[in-house]
């Protein structure tokens, strides 16, 4: 009996976590351009047409339509379902991972992981982190903050997790200053200081420990990949005018089911263009991730995907390493 309740519980997170997660690609898509998340309905950026109901189901319409619009056949970015199944898994895993150790805490992990996935989009497309998202981490922070005081959280304690949270603070603002003085290939904006102010919130500073150490670890070994990559790529195409203009609107901006200008990019970035949005990460420079030069790197992504490793797994991590010595 109780493998039923278990069965329908993980069921019901996972088609919950996949319909989320369609609302999801519409954040990712419309806060970074300062539109209105309810407002016009989803429609094709290419030709306009409304998404219909039945195009709309998360992963199978787009698996149907084999990531095409059905009115006009343009390309329909694979972001969309890839956040969709991020989100069901996630939450999945969050009912399995805390729903023993409580119910709220499942609700808070099942949030911040939603905005988490926010967050590693938008940063990846537009180099942006929205502040609202970031608001939302913090919430969920001090949520996890109250079911400790009172006995129904993970037992991080609230002295913990504001620790966390004025390491977080100082650490990466040292780090955002020290970028910004050296002026370096690897960028870190102001949004990646508020991004882990709020992880050391939410995940004490064990967990800021390990969220920061593999996200750096994860970006550096990107990094490298890329710059290699990079190298071997400008000496086959010396001479070739550049395409890449083409290809990223391909990508970006024939994404079905969102927004009205194709592959509109947040006008003034940097400069507080929509109040919505926090600075952009990454002081490198003025190329986007996919064009050439490529000296702004996007480093949100890496750490909110290390956050959320945190979050499940960060006191496992750090307690595991100290037991190594002690
Ligand atoms: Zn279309």
Same mark, same amino acid.
């Given at each position: 009996?109780?493998?039923?309740?278990?069965i329908?519980t993980?069921?019901?997170?996972?088609?919950?976590?996949?319909c989320f997660?369609?609302?999801?690609?519409?954040l990712?898509?419309?806060?970074?351009?300062?539109m209105?998340?309810?407002?016009?309905p989803?429609?094709?950026?290419?030709?306009?047409?409304?998404? /219909?109901?039945?195009?709309?189901?998360?992963?199978?319409?787009?698996?149907?339509?084999?990531?095409?619009?059905?009115?006009?056949?343009?390309?329909?970015?694979?972001?969309y379902?890839?956040?969709?199944?991020?989100?069901?898994?996630?939450?999945?895993?969050?009912?399995?991972?805390?729903?023993?150790?409580?119910?709220?805490?499942?609700?808070?992990?099942?949030?911040?992981?939603?905005?988490?996935?926010?967050?590693?989009?938008t940063?990846?497309?537009?180099?942006?982190?929205?502040?609202?998202?970031?608001?939302?981490?913090?919430?969920?922070?001090?949520?996890?903050?109250?079911?400790?005081?009172?006995?129904?959280?993970?037992?991080?304690?609230?002295?913990?997790?504001?620790?966390g949270?004025?390491?977080?603070?100082?650490?990466?603002?040292l780090?955002?200053?020290?970028?910004?003085?050296?002026k370096?290939?690897? !960028?870190?904006?102001f949004?990646?200081?508020?991004?882990?102010?709020?992880a !050391?919130?939410?995940?004490?500073w064990?967990?800021?420990?390990?969220?920061?150490l593999?996200?750096?670890?994860?970006?550096?070994?990107?990094?490298?990949?890329?710059?290699?990559?990079? /190298?071997?790529?400008r000496?086959?195409?010396?001479?070739?005018?550049?395409?890449?203009?083409?290809a990223?609107?391909?990508?970006s901006g024939?994404?079905?089911?969102?927004?009205?200008?194709?592959a509109?990019?947040?006008?003034?970035?940097?400069?507080?263009?929509?109040?919505?949005?926090?600075?952009?990460?990454?002081?490198?420079?003025?190329?986007?991730?996919?064009?050439?030069p490529?000296?702004?790197f996007?480093?949100?992504?890496?750490?909110?995907?290390?956050?959320?490793?945190?979050?499940?797994?960060?006191?496992?991590?750090?307690g595991?390493?100290?037991?190594?010595f002690?």
């Amino acid at each position: 009996m109780e493998q039923i309740y278990l069965i329908i519980t993980y069921t019901l997170a996972g088609i919950l976590g996949l319909c989320f997660g369609s609302f999801l690609n519409v954040l990712v898509y419309r806060l970074p351009r300062g539109m209105s998340i309810v407002m016009p309905p989803s429609h094709c950026v290419s030709c306009g047409a409304r998404v /219909r109901w039945y195009d709309n189901v998360p992963v199978l319409s787009y698996l149907l339509l084999r990531g095409r619009c059905r009115d006009c056949g343009a390309r329909i970015s694979p972001r969309y379902p890839l956040v969709e199944l991020a989100n069901c898994l996630l939450w999945m895993g969050s009912v399995a991972w805390f729903f023993p150790r409580g119910v709220g805490m499942v609700a808070v992990a099942c949030v911040a992981c939603s905005a988490l996935i926010v967050v590693f989009c938008t940063d990846l497309e537009t180099m942006l982190i929205p502040d609202s998202m970031l608001v939302v981490l913090g919430l969920c922070g001090i949520a996890a903050l109250l079911l400790d005081v009172f006995g129904l959280g993970v037992g991080i304690g609230w002295q913990a997790r504001l620790i966390g949270m004025a390491a977080g603070f100082g650490f990466f603002l040292l780090l955002f200053l020290g970028c910004r003085l050296l002026k370096g290939e690897a !960028g870190l904006g102001f949004g990646d200081v508020k991004l882990m102010t709020a992880a !050391g919130l939410l995940v004490g500073w064990q967990g800021l420990l390990v969220a920061a150490l593999f996200g750096s670890v994860a970006a550096a070994v990107t990094m490298a990949i890329r710059a290699a990559l990079h /190298r071997g790529a400008r000496e086959t195409a010396a001479g070739e005018p550049p395409r890449e203009h083409a290809a990223r609107d391909d990508i970006s901006g024939a994404a079905c089911g969102e927004g009205a200008e194709p592959a509109s990019e947040p006008s003034g970035r940097g400069e507080g263009a929509a109040e919505s949005v926090s600075e952009f990460s990454g002081c490198g420079g003025e190329e986007r991730d996919g064009e050439v030069p490529s000296k702004a790197f996007p480093f949100a992504p890496f750490l909110a995907a290390a956050t959320a490793v945190a979050l499940f797994f960060g006191q496992n991590i750090v307690g595991w390493y100290l037991g190594l010595f002690f």
